[in-house]
Every structure is written in structure tokens, then in C-alpha cells.
């Protein structure tokens, strides 16, 4: 490859003193933390959760399919990358990879928290911690900070102070403390993410649904399902309007795959034609496709399906990711998979995939 791969979605693991050292001191005593639990071994106790988080899966990259438990995980024994940033580039050079955006791991199940107060409270002690991993391996990895939409003008601040952090874009709770997102309230949020140049993510697991525990059949089918909140959100967003009033908005759709987009586009814009009406869409100057194609950017891992419908993408908002150190994730493996999955590919296609986009959506100057 001419260009080394850029991850676009890769994770930490939140240490145990994440929350508790860094979270406004009125709220340490309930800060999430590390317990030790007799049956699931390591996990991540949150109040007011019913469900703590198990390491198992958390830094499960590398290990073999029939290894993988949820419980069990000591967190000693996990990657240790995923909390040292004197870990992280030897990880990186054994993938092969350049840099990467990072993403939380505990902070995902957060963005679900019912306690809009504790939950931006938990996300403020992120970013400051986030700082701390990110600064000593600055131009190899690129943090993006937490926000948890308790009304539009925190928000506004929360991008400014995130901007002033230093991150490159915003992760985004998929469901906001106030009103949907689709209401014109947030027409202020959208401009600022504009004028901030701060892109918007959305990632799977924290639109608030539990699909792992809510499904039909075998459990391993939730797994199928865990994709439709990103799915939702970006039809949102495509049928309220907001790309047609802000078209320079720039939203990320991550770890929700992208093979299935084309056939997406089409039903939204059969749905456009045929149902509008009847159903009170909102008149759109463009097919919705379109705003979709243009706006949204997909993150993907190991699903070849992306690279081979890229024609029917938009090739300049697909973008690789290892999704290190999940269980999902391709490392150590990337690069045999990428020179399978991407033998088809030019070699600008190639390079747009796996380094351009994400270096020019968020500003990125990595070798």
C-alpha cells in the first residue's frame, strides 16, 4: 500500500481510574468504577444501569472465535494499549496501521445512562482523561470527545470547550436529554458543528435500545439487529431536513457497516416517491439518496460487501477501521484482509478507503 491505513473507529479501555479521579467531585461517589465480580470476573459497575459492563469482549481483539466469552476477563490480563499510551504504537505497527480515532468503550453504555445529569458528568471526566491518553502519542491517535445533548446551548459549549480539548470531532449520544434530533432546535448545534469544524459521530449500541437482550430465535440473531440505531438515525436526518438546511454538515455512521447502504438509499428514496404524501414527509429538493451519499460517512471493519458496491457509495464517505481492541476487530489481521478485500480496488480507491477520507474529514496530516 502507497498509503499506510488509517483506523477510523478504534477503541480505548477505559482504566479503572477513569471516572472516578477525573468526574466532578460531587458525583465520585457514584462515578462508574471496576469492581470484582465472582461470576463474571473485571466488570464496569455503573449506577443506574441494570447491567454492569464485563471486560470479556471489550479487548478481546486477536483471540481466536471459539475463545471469546463476555465474562471472565481480568483486566490486567487485557490489551494494555487499550488505557497505556506507551502500549499503543507497538499495536499499531503490528497492524500495520498509521494512526487511529478513538472512541470510547465504557462510555458507549453511557450515552444510554437515564440520568441526563450523571451521564454528562461521566463524559466531562472522559475527555479529561482522554487528554491524558492522547497527549503522549499525539499524530498517532486523534480522541474524539463525549457530549451528552442536555439542551442545545450546553451542547453549543460542550463542542467549544471539546474543540479548545483538542479533539477532531464529537460523539454523539443516539438518543438526546431534551427533544429528537430532528426537531429545528438543534438547527443552532448543526451550524456550530460546522463552524467548529467538528464532525458528528454516531456509534453503534448508544441509541438507548438493548437489541442484545431483546430479539427472536437464537441470541447470536440480536446481533443482527445492533446496526438499526445507526440506521434510524441517519434516515432521521436525512427526512427532517437537516442536510437539506445545513448541507455541509458532515455525520459519521460507525461500526454499523456500510454493505448494506446502496440498498438503503434505494428504499428511502422508493419510500420518497410512493409514500410521501400519504405518510406527511417532508419535500426534499433532492432524493434522499443523494443527502445520504453526500453527508454521511460509514465506517466498516471486515465487511467486503463495502469494497464491492463502492460504486454504488460514495467512495469518498467509505472508511476502513480495526475496531482494536474489540472483539469485532481485524487486528492483528488487518493488512491479509485488506490485500484480500481491496485486490480490486484502484489505487486511489484503495487509498480514499483506507486513509484520505478520514484524513480529510477530520483534518488529519498522518504519513
Not at 480505548?12 to 465472582?38: G, Q, W
Not at 490489551?79 to 462510555?107: L, M, N
Not at 466498516?300 to 476487530?329: E, G, I, T, Y
Request: aromatic fraction near 12%.
Amino acid at each position: 500500500m502507497q498509503k499506510r491505513p488509517i483506523s477510523a473507529d478504534s477503541h480505548i479501555t477505559e482504566p479503572p481510574n477513569c471516572y472516578v479521579d477525573f468526574i466532578d467531585p460531587k458525583f465520585r461517589e457514584a462515578a462508574p468504577r471496576l469492581i470484582s465480580d465472582p461470576q463474571f470476573g473485571d466488570t464496569f459497575k455503573i449506577d443506574g444501569l441494570p447491567k454492569a459492563v464485563p471486560m470479556g469482549l471489550v479487548a478481546a481483539a486477536g483471540r481466536p472465535a471459539h475463545e471469546l466469552r463476555m465474562s471472565g476477563a481480568k483486566f490486567q490480563d487485557l490489551h494494555r494499549s487499550g488505557w497505556d499510551p506507551k502500549a499503543r504504537i507497538a499495536d499499531q505497527e503490528r497492524d500495520g496501521i498509521a494512526a487511529e480515532i478513538i472512541y470510547p468503550t465504557v462510555g458507549m453504555m453511557l450515552c444510554n445512562h437515564p440520568d441526563i445529569d450523571f451521564k454528562r458528568a461521566c463524559m466531562q471526566a472522559y475527555n479529561r482523561w482522554l487528554q491524558t491518553y492522547c497527549a503522549p502519542i499525539a499524530g498517532r491517535v486523534f480522541g474524539l470527545g463525549q457530549t451528552a445533548v442536555r439542551n442545545v446551548e450546553e451542547a453549543i459549549a460542550d463542542f467549544r470547550e471539546i474543540k479548545a480539548m483538542g479533539f477532531k470531532g464529537v460523539m454523539m449520544p443516539g438518543n438526546p436529554g431534551w427533544k429528537d434530533y430532528d426537531d429545528p432546535a438543534y438547527d443552532a448545534l448543526w451550524q456550530a458543528s460546522i463552524d467548529l469544524e467538528l464532525p458528528l459521530s454516531f456509534h453503534i449500541l448508544t441509541a438507548g435500545s438493548d437489541a442484545i437482550s431483546r430479539h427472536r430465535g437464537p441470541r447470536i440473531n440480536a446481533f443482527l439487529s445492533i446496526i438499526r440505531g445507526c440506521q434510524d438515525i441517519m434516515g432521521m436526518f436525512v427526512f427532517s431536513g437537516i442536510f437539506e438546511r445545513f448541507p455541509k454538515l458532515k455525520v459519521v455512521c460507525v461500526e454499523a457497516d456500510a454493505g448494506w447502504a446502496p440498498h438503503f438509499m434505494y428504499r428511502m428514496d422508493h419510500a420518497y416517491d410512493r409514500h410521501r404524501y400519504w405518510m406527511k414527509g417532508r419535500e426534499l429538493a433532492k432524493p434522499p439518496s443523494e443527502y445520504f451519499r453526500e453527508n454521511i460517512y460509514l465506517t466498516f471493519q471486515d465487511d467486503w460487501v463495502a469494497f464491492r458496491m463502492k460504486d454504488m457509495c460514495n467512495v469518498k464517505r467509505l472508511m476502513w477501521a480495526n475496531d482494536f481492541p474489540h472483539s469485532d476487530s481485524t487486528w492483528p489481521n488487518s493488512q491479509a484482509l485488506l490485500a484480500e478485500h481491496t485486490a480490486h480496488l484502484s489505487q486511489a480507491e484503495r487509498d480514499a478507503i483506507l486513509h484520505d477520507n478520514v484524513a480529510g474529514l477530520y483534518g488529519l496530516k498522518v504519513n
